[in-house]
């Protein structure tokens, strides 16, 4: 999973080389495929009444539908058009995301209008109705995550520049709340194989940001695992 930079022309200055490594979205949609599967047993779990438990809960399922919308807003913004003026043969496939973003926006709406509901009530026919929303989204994602890595990915990897692809990503830590760092960097971490995560970090990170993670974020991560899943978190690989 190696960044790959721009090369140097002959002057040393950076050359803007059509190609650009992907592996990251594969990591996302990763924690997408887990949240969606792991949010609807979470919020089914919780005591008809327990309000203190459905908070806790309600704050995941929204940083995770949160980050779901932001993801999507980042390709509706930075791939779609670019990717259709550079390959016209990909119009079709572009205009199946389009409407499948449109759908999950959709399924978006209802299950955010029922957690408002839910996280001040912890009613279980409410909480009932949100878990159905979810596992209706995680269906849908299902499906648009695998035909986006078939379909667009490889294409994108082609085509796109390194810069042009890590607009996605800067547009992604623009939109979320710094508080929310710990979490989104532990379940990157968490969606990639042991092995790989030190020279991930090493590879992505300012030394500042790493020092970071050592000695704050990642106790903060743990405790949002232990908060969540007290028996222990179910793997993301
Ligand atoms: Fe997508």
Request: net charge negative; charged share 25%; hydrophobic share 45%.
């Amino acid at each position: 999973m190696t960044k790959r930079l721009p090369s140097t022309g002959v002057d040393g200055r950076a050359v803007d080389e059509a190609g650009c490594d992907t592996a990251d979205i594969l990591l996302v949609h990763r924690i997408f495929r887990w949240g969606f599967r792991e949010m609807p047993v979470l919020v089914r779990a919780v005591p008809a009444g327990d309000l203190e438990r459905a908070e806790t809960v309600a704050a995941a399922v929204e940083l995770i539908d949160k980050a779901l919308h932001i993801h999507h807003e980042g390709e509706d913004r930075f791939i779609w058009d670019k990717l259709e003026r550079r390959e016209p043969g990909c119009a079709l496939h572009v205009d199946v995301m389009k409407a499948q973003h449109a759908q999950v926006a959709e399924l978006l709406d209802v299950a955010d209008a029922l957690l408002a509901d839910w996280r001040t009530t912890a009613d279980s026919a409410v909480g009932e109705r949100l878990a159905d929303a979810l596992d209706a989204i995680g269906t849908t994602l299902g499906v648009h995550l695998g035909r986006e890595e078939a379909d667009i990915v490889p294409i994108v990897a082609r085509v796109f520049t390194q810069a042009e692809w890590d607009e996605i990503g800067e547009h992604a830590r623009g939109a979320f709340p710094k508080e929310t760092m710990p979490v989104q960097m532990g379940l990157m971490l968490d969606a990639m194989p042991a092995g790989e995560r030190d020279q991930w970090l090493h590879e992505n990170l300012p030394l500042p940001i790493r020092a970071l993670w050592s000695l704050l974020m990642r106790r903060k991560y743990t405790a949002w695992q232990r908060s969540l899943f007290p028996e222990g978190m179910p793997a993301l690989v």
